[in-house]
């Protein structure tokens, strides 16, 4: 039942963002004027956009770069991966208080051998799927309906996301040229 909830409630949500237009303000411009008028309050508007827009299925990508754009190499790779830290950690308390450890329960014996990995290694498993996939949603969502540990989780997403978002922020003023040279 709690799963049902889940699934509800946030199909509820990304329904109503989209049709309110919320998900489509996400891009990396408008985060980047929104952070910077906000002068001092930027970083805590930054955390909480990125941590909504991670529940609503928003690429973190696009957060990785609004942080750059706002605040530079350094300050943006800080930026960035203290939100993304934050929004995960945040995403997989809210996703795991609705809808438990649903995916311990599963009996279908591929999946076991892939959850077994997990419950073995959480920390190795959790640290090399965040350093493969970042903050995809799906995998902010299923790592909260497993059986890992939130503690686990946190140590975890902290060891996987220093690469991957490094990489994003001190090699994005060319990945940022192109985007803006596409749109």
Request: net charge positive.
């Amino acid at each position: 039942m709690r799963l049902v909830v889940l699934v509800l409630g946030l199909g509820l949500l990304i329904g109503l963002a989209s049709l309110t237009g919320v998900r489509e303000w996400m891009t990396e411009e408008r985060l980047r004027a929104a952070v910077t008028a906000a002068g001092w309050w930027g970083l805590a508007l930054f955390f909480a956009i990125f941590t909504v827009g991670q529940l609503l299925q928003v690429p973190g990508v696009v957060f990785i770069f609004a942080a750059r754009a706002a605040w530079g190499p350094m300050l943006g790779f800080a930026g960035a991966y203290a939100g993304a830290v934050i929004s995960a950690t945040l995403v997989f308390l809210l996703v795991r208080s609705v809808g438990g450890k649903a995916l311990a329960e599963i009996t279908w014996p591929p999946a076991r051998r892939i959850l077994a990995g997990l419950e073995q290694r959480p920390v190795l498993t959790i640290a090399a799927l965040r350093a493969v996939m970042m903050l995809r949603p799906p995998l902010n969502y299923a790592l909260a309906l497993s059986p890992v540990k939130q503690s686990h989780h946190f140590i975890g997403s902290v060891l996987g996301l220093i690469v991957p978002v490094a990489v994003v922020v001190f090699l994005s003023e060319g990945a940022l040229a192109l985007v803006r040279s596409l749109s």
